[in-house]
């Protein structure tokens, strides 16, 4: 069901072990070997209840009689229904479909966030476009204007990448004096990761050719809100796509059907969905999206005029909150990286508050500006303890603690928060969100 495992996995094969005795990084106290060799004997005296002597088990309902037929179209089990995204909208009235939804990391595992459950973020509601009226026109300082349609899009090389994709807005609840008490996902559930498909940027603008003076490009998407950004044209020549597809099938509707931008590790707002215009220019177009919001105010009054590329960040899904830890002893620590820089090259845990570090393992193939999850064998000895983790990426940055980022603005700042996470594990197993 939708909870994590909280016993331990009872069998320990030779092959296991092996395979584990070759990841990196393990801790000096506590080794992977260790662990699972405890674990086995863990699981054989108290949880699980593996160790049997009798070989009788019943024979499930579900066996004396033939399954259900296949389906056109999968969906998740049907005990499965608890996992959702919780969504919200702050103009409940006048614009229901103003606002965002989350993905629940904490019922989450692996690196892929399913389809379904990727946060939505839509600045007036979701359109209903039909692929075969979508052109998208690229134009401005070009030698040749082009309109293509999904169907002539479709005739260039594409290529696959993982990518995040994360909101300005995430984990700002953070910025408020008194620690929210959420759920990982409630918390920083406006990011998820997915498999895109597209063409590359740059083979487009090349084809439309590139006249004197362009700079910048301003790109518009097809939904009422008619959502604007200034994108440099650096970002666009470089790792930029227009995305047709999303973790193997076409681009959900809320995700930007039929296509959308894609600028991998940049603040989310600026990956424009239903996109339908590029226009090449000299500059940027300070757009209603990219004024009135996203801007980080600095406590001279100034505030920082763009900020695209992504801090570097990770959160710890399990322990957190929303579960109760009910025994005492071993457990696997685990969570999320990613960083708008590149690769994450390492993820340190702390239990005391930041006082202390050892290195989490990684779980590879490790991509860039893309989760990565990283796991670490744990003990809970019923102490009450502050949980953390640190990340850096390939380029050197470490993660900010909260007082750290915090003091750069104003008070209650809530864009690119990306600075540390905290839970506090109580003695009877409680969890909650702290500010440390
Ligand atoms: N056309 C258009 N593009 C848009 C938006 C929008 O409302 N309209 N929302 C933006 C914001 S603020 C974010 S964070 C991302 C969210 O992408 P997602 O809904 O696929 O998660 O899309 C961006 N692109
Ligand atoms: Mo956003």
Redesign the pocket.
Known sequence: MSKRRTTLPAETTAQSLRTMDNVTALSPHLTRRRFLARGASVAGIAAGGIATGAAAQEVPAWMKTPGAPMRAYGTPSSYEKAVQRPSASGYAKVSPATGSSRTPHQSLEGTITPSGL???????GVPDIDPAKHELLIHGLVNRPLMFNLATLSRYPMISRTYF?E?AGNSGGNSQAKPPQGTAGALHG?A?TSEWTGIPLSLLLNEAGLAGGAQWVIAE?A?S?A?VRSVPLAKCMDDAMVALYQNGERVRP???YPMRLLLPGWE??M????LRRLKVTDGPAHSKDETSKYSDLQPDGKARQFTFELGVKSLITFPSFGTRLDRHGLYELTGLAWSGAGRISRVEISEDAGKTWRDATLQGPIHTKSFTRFRLPWEWNGNAVVLQSRAIDEKGHVQPTRQAFTSQYIAGMNYHNHYIQSWAIAADGSISNVHV
């Open positions: 990727h946060f939505e973020r839509h600045h007036n994709v909101c406006l998820s998407g939904d809100a959502m809320e995700q930007g989310g707002n990956c424009v969905k239903w």
